[in-house]
């Protein structure tokens, strides 16, 4: 058995980037030890009868001032110029894990001391750091590999101390302490095998800087020395004669470009393998599916939203497959289902945020009785702008940290009611007050992350409320809340709503939430409504088995806290692989035969109510699930 | 005595700020780095193995000359007191003398200062100038797996480009654009034309990499909740780009446009060098092989200090654009 680390390496390997970075570094590495054994004599041999030649059957690259074949000069310098990368990237890495591991060997204070060197010495360039060594060091091969290496220290010191840091908290490491171990013991034994992989992947990239830079200073004459040569020194040679022979310095330079390439590329293939294990995104065939039921709405008051046969479509998968339900003015409609239902995607359909290469189709999608599908661009955004609000799940990020919550607020009316700055943030803070934020002022001038959860999800509903809404969607506005800020949340959202006569869509995997604060209750699986019932009907009237399913799932006073929750068995319905029949066949209770082989449509009784099972009329009398659980207040 | 001690005790209104704190704590820190950089370069003569005069003056100078040299220099002092009159030299505005050529220190970096000022200052203005737009364009043009050609086009190229180091870069257009199309000249410092090779030369890696980054950058804000927010107030595009994405990708754009900026002065030394460009690069590999110390002191003050303010700068870019960071640290 491979251990996962191991695997990854592999697996890098499979990938083209990956294994082409591996062939070229094994190949460069390779000539980095054969060539200077082959043809150090072929490089060496002056011949001063060819001085400065081009290309020639003879001398591919030409030859150089004292008539020497640059071809092999710039084979056979790959040993130096490889092996003293590598060894001023041996120097950093060793300096920088001293370094690095300092605060755990040396004690807090005397750490802290070299903490803050390193993080000074972090900051400067390393080519800088490198000059600066290499005058202490003195010019020549000796002092550029110490120097290199003490201009890598600062970097590795910093990794190997955020690496340290890290695996020092772990809990075997921690016990281990607990047990005595040495400081220096417990360094070589629990955490350095913990931290040499990334320690390694960097290494092989630093040695890929260390390579270039090398050559940057070999070039400048402050590297390798004559008459040792290295890419840099050959380029650094073959600079003055650019004009008259261009191979000279092009050749070396092409060499630096190509080894240096070879280690960061394989590196960072590396790194990627190890970071980020993403598996291919399968694409799946499409799955047709039958037409879904047409709603049931009698037209006594036009609606403020009516919705039929509303689907979502992504390449593979339509996760949304055919909803109709329509919404009157004032009315709280929630819709539940557990996540990857569509829920969410139905309310962002609604909303007309679906992003490419998602797609929204419907036979009809009438907001305020326009038609939202067949609207021009200026005229649908300034509707939706001014009457549709929405309030999204995760209050922390739905607002843009980087501006003042009252100009995020006023820029709505800025955009669409023509008012000036001013009056647009006047407006912002009357609608703060409106949403019961404290000293709404002071409030507007400050940054998101200034304020509480909840009084953020206050001020994304006042951000709603800036033009004149009459509809709120509100898609799961409490989940990332505490329980206390909950209830003061859904209840602003209910004064709001009966207040100003606002049709509000309260989305929610939660369905007690949903029964106290609304009229109506939808309850979606696989991307369909499967029940639409008065929340006064919950619990005894669901005739749904997903909706029961739901119920019974639900926590009560009479629970026994320290038993698992009860769960719905079986997993929900995967959207680009849905099956035959009816979509919960496979976890219901009732499932036969009929069930697997045709979908059950969306049927309406005479009091409106809809579902979508072929036994509805067998669940009422069951209990809701095998043992009874009761939902109460 | 106790008085005076309770005295010091910092002003109240010093804490409750949190821009004031931001600002001490950083001009605290940039003190302390400025101090560390004095003492490495003064230091650094100090740590040459061996005798620096000797070893500037060669195994044939003879002792006399070595003793007079030392004490020219003040090397006979103890060190100490040697660190004392650096710094006070430095508070003076006295850098020393070099050694080669006789003149101020100090005089020598103001003539040749403004050259590699130049240099980095087109260099990072045209990176920027091409990297934003480029980088927020192809993310826009390439979200979620659109145009997956141009993508891989935009990406091999500007990996690749970001790869190649400046010098060897240098060496390739001046192959290029000096020797096979003659249009520009390659060395020297003359006339506009001169600048357009070593400008490019600097400008090209760091703009390769600022774009893919911002590329990356823009993807992933382009995804986050509070842009889904702008987009259901029904903002036009361009706020939406502007105001919400692009200020929030900036701040990892500039943190690594600082780091480039510091390369990028690291990288004027090669790129002078392939230019004979008269700037300080030039300098001060004239002066590390003439082992003029005095001289490659003062200039890796310069190059520190230069350093260090591009740090300040980025982390004060950060404070203005994100009110977290500046909250954060504390
Ligand atoms: S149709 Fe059949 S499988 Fe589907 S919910 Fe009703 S009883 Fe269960």
């Known amino acids: ?633 | 005595m106790t008085t005076l001690l309770t005295g010091v005790r910092p002003p109240r209104g010093f804490t409750g700020n949190a821009w004031t704190r931001f600002a001490a704590r950083r001009l605290a820190r940039l003190l302390i780095s400025v101090w560390v950089l004095v003492t490495a370069a003064f230091l650094m003569i100090h740590l040459i193995p061996g005798d620096p005069v000797r070893v500037a003056l060669g195994p044939t100078a003879s002792p006399e000359l070595v003793e007079a040299r030392r004490a020219a220099l003040g090397l006979d002092q103890p060190l100490w007191l040697q660190y004392v009159h650096y710094l006070g030299g430095l508070f003076s505005g006295d850098t020393g003398t070099s050694v080669g050529t006789g003149l101020p220190v100090s005089e020598v970096i103001a003539d040749r200062l403004p050259a590699t000022l130049e240099l980095a200052g087109y260099a990072f203005l045209i990176a920027v100038v091409v990297s934003v737009p480029v980088g927020v364009g192809m993310a826009v043009l390439t979200r979620r797996g659109r145009r997956r050609k141009t993508e891989l086009a935009f990406t091999s190229t500007s990996v690749v480009l970001g790869a190649v180091p400046e010098f060897l870069l240098a060496v390739g257009l001046v192959y290029v654009f000096g020797v096979q199309l003659g249009w520009v000249p390659v060395a020297g410092r003359s006339g506009l034309g001169s600048y357009v090779l070593p400008v490019l030369a600097l400008a090209v890696g760091p703009a390769a990499v600022l774009a893919r980054l911002l590329r990356v950058e823009t993807l992933s804000v382009l995804e986050a909740d509070y842009i889904r927010t702008a987009r259901a107030k029904r903002l036009p595009d361009r706020i939406v780009y502007f105001r919400h994405a692009l200020p929030n990708a900036l701040t990892a754009t500039i943190t690594v446009g600082g780091l480039l900026l510091s390369a990028m002065v690291a990288g004027t030394v090669l790129v002078e060098n392939v230019f004979a460009w008269p700037g300080l690069g030039t300098t001060i590999v004239e002066s590390i092989i003439a082992k003029d110390y005095p001289l490659v002191q003062g200039i890796v003050l310069v190059y520190g200090t230069a350093v260090l303010l591009v740090n300040l700068a980025v982390d004060v870019a950060l404070a203005l654009l994100d009110p977290r960071s500046t909250i954060k640290e504390s």
């Open chain 1, 1 to 633: 058995m491979t251990s996962p680390a191991k695997s990854t390496w592999a697996g890098v390997l499979r990938t083209p980037v990956g294994a082409g970075a591996a062939g070229l570094l094994a190949a460069v590495l390779l000539l980095a030890v054969l060539a200077p054994l082959l043809w150090s004599d072929q490089a060496s041999a002056v011949d001063t009868g060819r001085i400065l030649e081009g290309p020639s059957g003879e001398h591919w690259m030409g030859t150089d001032g004292l008539g020497r074949d640059i071809f092999f000069r710039v084979l056979v310098a790959t040993g130096l110029s490889v092996g003293l990368a590598l060894l001023a990237t041996a120097v950093g890495v060793g300096a920088g894990l001293l370094l690095g591991t300092a605060p755990m060997l040396l004690g807090r204070r005397a750490g802290r001391l070299v903490t803050a060197v390193v993080n000074i010495a972090v900051a400067f360039p390393g080519l800088l750091l490198a000059l600066f060594f290499a005058v202490v060091f003195g010019v020549g091969a000796t002092g550029a590999v110490l120097a290199i290496g003490f201009a890598l220290a600062p970097a590795f010191a910093r990794l190997a101390q955020t690496l340290v840091a890290k695996v020092a908290g772990l809990d075997y490491v921690a016990a281990a302490r607990i047990a005595g171990l040495g400081r220096l013991r417990l360094l070589v034994r629990h955490v350095l095998p913990n931290i040499a992989e990334p320690l390694v992947v960097n290494a092989t990239i630093a040695a890929g800087a260390a390579l270039l830079t090398f050559s940057g200073l070999s070039f400048l004459g402050l590297g390798v020395q004559a008459p040792l040569y290295d890419w840099g020194r050959l380029l650094g040679d073959g600079l003055s004669s650019l004009y008259v022979h261009p191979a000279a310095a092009l050749a070396p330079g092409t060499a630096v470009v190509v080894a240096g390439l070879a280690f960061n590329l394989f590196g960072e293939a590396i790194a990627k393998g190890i970071g980020m294990r993403t598996t291919p995104v399968l694409l799946r065939p499409r799955v047709r599916s039958a037409p879904a039921a047409r709603p049931a709405v009698t037209g006594e008051q036009e609606p403020v939203l009516a919705v039929d046969d509303l689907r979502v479509a992504f390449p593979g998968s339509t996760p949304v497959r055919g909803v109709s339900f329509a919404l009157r003015r004032g009315e709280a409609v929630g819709i539940v289902g557990e996540s990857g239902s569509g829920k969410t995607l139905t309310a962002l359909a609604l909303a007309q945020l679906i992003e490419e290469p998602g797609e929204v189709s419907a036979d009809r999608l009438d907001f305020l009785g326009r038609p939202l599908l067949d609207l021009p661009a200026r005229e649908r955004r300034h509707l939706l702008g001014t009457s549709f609000a929405m309030v999204f799940q995760d209050p922390m990020t739905s607002f843009n940290p980087t501006q003042r919550i009252g100009r995020q607020l006023a820029e709505v009316s800025e955009q669409h009611d023509g008012l000036t700055r001013g009056q647009a943030l006047d407006r912002a803070v009357d609608r703060l007050q409106a949403v019961r934020v404290p000293a709404a002022a002071r409030r507007a001038k400050q940054f998101p992350h200034e304020f509480s959860g909840g009084m953020r999800q206050r001020a994304m509903i006042g951000m709603g409320m800036m033009g004149a809404p009459a509809l709120i969607v509100a898609d799961e506005p409490t989940t990332a809340l505490d329980v206390t800020v909950q209830r003061q949340v859904l209840r602003l959202l209910d004064s709001v709503r009966t207040a100003d006569d606002v049709a509000l869509l309260l989305i929610s995997h939660d369905i007690t939430v949903v029964r106290q604060f609304c009229e109506r209750v939808l309850v979606m699986y696989a991307g369909r409504i499967v029940e639409d019932l008065p929340a006064a009907d919950l619990p005894a009237r669901a005739r749904h088995p997903y909706t029961r399913a739901l119920l019974a799932a639900v926590p009560d006073m009479s629970t026994d806290r320290e038993r698992p929750l009860a769960v719905i068995p079986g997993r929900p319905v995967d959207p680009a692989d849905v099956p035959r029949g009816c979509a919960f066949a496979a976890r219901c209770p009732l499932a036969d035969e009929q069930c697997t082989s045709a979908d059950p449509p969306l049927v309406p009784d005479e009091d409106g109510r809809r579902v979508a099972c072929w036994h509805a009329d067998a669940v009422t009398g069951l209990p809701l699930v095998a043992e009874e659980v009761r939902v109460g207040e």
